[in-house]
């Protein structure tokens, strides 16, 4: 046998053993912004509800929300492609990542659009 061979197939095995384990860190980096994402919605939501909101405070609670459940949906995603190893359950999960990722853009989307309205609302209004 190849000596080299065998060389190339223990660099192979170690660089697939980086690339899980930075992905596992990925995923746990994850893992904390979502449970700050989920801080920030009830927070947020317990601020608005003391102070009384306004229309577009409500857009930008809902965006926060939306952006959360996209957040949420995706590490869950992230991390059953992680353990994965049936290349069907691999697609199905990076295809939910993509729709949570969507998500997440969407309430941004809807959050910036009740920032708009906030500033409006104010005295002086908004000048792009």
Known sequence: MDPSANRKTGDDVSKNERILEIEK?????LWVQAVAQITEA???????????????????????WVQ??????????????ISAVDPEIIREAQKIIV?????Q????????????????????GFVP
Not at 99 to 103: C, F
């Open 99 to 103: 729709a949570a990722d969507l998500l």
């Open 68 to 81: 959360t459940i996209g957040q949420t949906i995706e590490v869950l995603a992230v991390t059953k492609e």
């Open 25 to 29: 860190q990925i995923a746990a980096t």
């Open 42 to 64: 009830i927070l947020l939501a317990k601020l608005l509800d003391l102070k009384g909101e306004t229309e577009g405070e409500r857009k930008i609670l809902t965006g926060v």
């Open 105 to 124: 853009s969407a309430g941004a989307a809807i959050e910036a659009v009740g920032g708009k309205q906030v500033i409006t609302e104010a005295p002086g």
